[in-house]
């Protein structure tokens, strides 16, 4: 259901899973139910955390010129 919810383009990573936690310094997941994971993989127990999602940054063009402000 949380995947409609916040859209279905949202692939499943241990990185933002309920059952993980992310180590500090560490490019691990500890997950309390397989143990050691890698950020990017997931399991059958992937339980979707939108407060553990960090959305990607999109770069604004920083080439614009003055024609492009003109009505």
Same mark, same amino acid.
């Given at each position: 259901?949380? @995947?409609? #919810?916040?859209? %279905?383009?949202? !692939?499943? @990573? $241990? /990185?933002? $899973?309920?059952? %993980?936690?992310?180590?500090? %310094? +560490?490019?691990?997941? #500890? $997950? *309390? &139910?397989? %143990?050691?994971?890698? !950020?990017?993989? $997931?399991? =059958? =127990?992937? =339980?979707?955390? !939108?407060? =553990?999602? @960090? !959305? /990607?940054? @999109?770069? #604004? ?5 003055? +024609?492009?402000? &003109? *009505?």
């Amino acid at each position: 259901m949380s @995947k409609n #919810l916040y859209g %279905g383009s949202i !692939p499943p @990573k $241990c /990185e933002y $899973c309920e059952n %993980g936690r992310s180590v500090s %310094g +560490e490019e691990i997941i #500890l $997950c *309390i &139910r397989r %143990g050691v994971m890698q !950020p990017d993989s $997931c399991c =059958k =127990k992937f =339980k979707y955390n !939108p407060l =553990k999602r @960090k !959305p /990607e940054v @999109k770069r #604004l063009q920083s080439d614009f010129s003055e +024609e492009d402000f &003109r *009505i």
